[in-house]
T-cell receptor, first 106, second 113 residues
Framework: KNEVEQSPQNLTAQEGEFITINCSYS?????LHWLQQHPGGGIVSLFM???GKKKHGRLIATINIQEKHSSLHITASHPRDSAVYIC????????FGTGTSLTVIP | NAGVTQTPKFRILKIGQSMTLQCTQD?????MYWYRQDPGMGLKLIYY???????DKGEVPNGYNVSRSTTEDFPLRLELAAPSQTSVYFC????????????FGPGTRLLVL
């Protein structure tokens, strides 16, 4: 069993839709990260969370430490949001989810 | 700052050949990491370093070696390449403090035939 599980694995949305990607983890952590991997392969960090909620533009990330769960929300989705979104946690090492592949259709 | 740079971008190796994947960061980060990403799988940690002269194994170290002679550079060496090492390799770095985010290089796509 993976230490980090994401759902859904694949997601297709119409432009403008509200999107939620979920992440559950099974290890003790000091922080959780949401990463975005572009179709070209590059990986960028979107958020680092240890509690509560963070917002950056149309992206919102929340974490519930007691439930070991985090969500990434995208409001008013746009085709340029199409990417793979990866959840990662700082445990005794970094653990990564397998990613959620998002496609936003115009 | 260039951030984290990796070379080469793409390489084809024959079985049994060896090569070094280069990784350099110019952010004076202490922590550096090597990951591999196989299709449909999450990133797996190969080796990491907490500072110059200090390296340690990650989850999947077999078939690889690393060195960290300077803060900036963290090369990954493949000896006797095998088809199972076909993957995309990412180098990343972060600062010393416990919760700093990681910065990723652009990746090296390796094909072993």
């Amino acid at each position: 069993k993976n230490e980090v599980e994401q759902s859904p694995q694949n997601l297709t949305a119409q432009e403008g839709e509200f999107i939620t990607i979920n992440c559950s983890y099974s290890v003790g952590i000091s922080a959780l990260h949401w990463l975005q991997q572009h179709p070209g392969g590059g990986i960028v960090s979107l958020f680092m969370l240890s509690s509560g909620k963070k917002k950056h533009g149309r992206l919102i990330a929340t974490i519930n430490i007691q439930e070991k769960h985090s969500s990434l929300h995208i409001t008013a989705s746009h085709p340029r949001d199409s990417a793979v979104y990866i959840c990662a946690v700082n445990g005794n090492q970094f653990y990564f989810g397998t990613g959620t592949s998002l496609t936003v259709i115009p | 700052n260039a951030g984290v740079t990796q070379t080469p971008k793409f390489r084809i190796l024959k079985i049994g050949q060896s090569m070094t994947l280069q990784c350099t960061q110019d952010m004076n980060h202490n922590y550096m990491y090597w990951y591999r990403q196989d299709p449909g799988m999450g990133l797996k940690l190969i080796y990491y370093s907490v500072g110059a002269g200090i390296t340690d194994k990650g989850e999947v170290p077999n078939g690889y070696n690393v060195s960290r002679s300077t803060t900036e550079d963290f090369p990954l060496r493949l000896e006797l390449a095998a088809p199972s090492q076909t993957s995309v390799y990412f180098c990343a770095s972060r600062a010393r403090t416990g919760q700093e985010t990681q910065y990723f290089g652009p990746g090296t796509r390796l094909l072993v035939l």
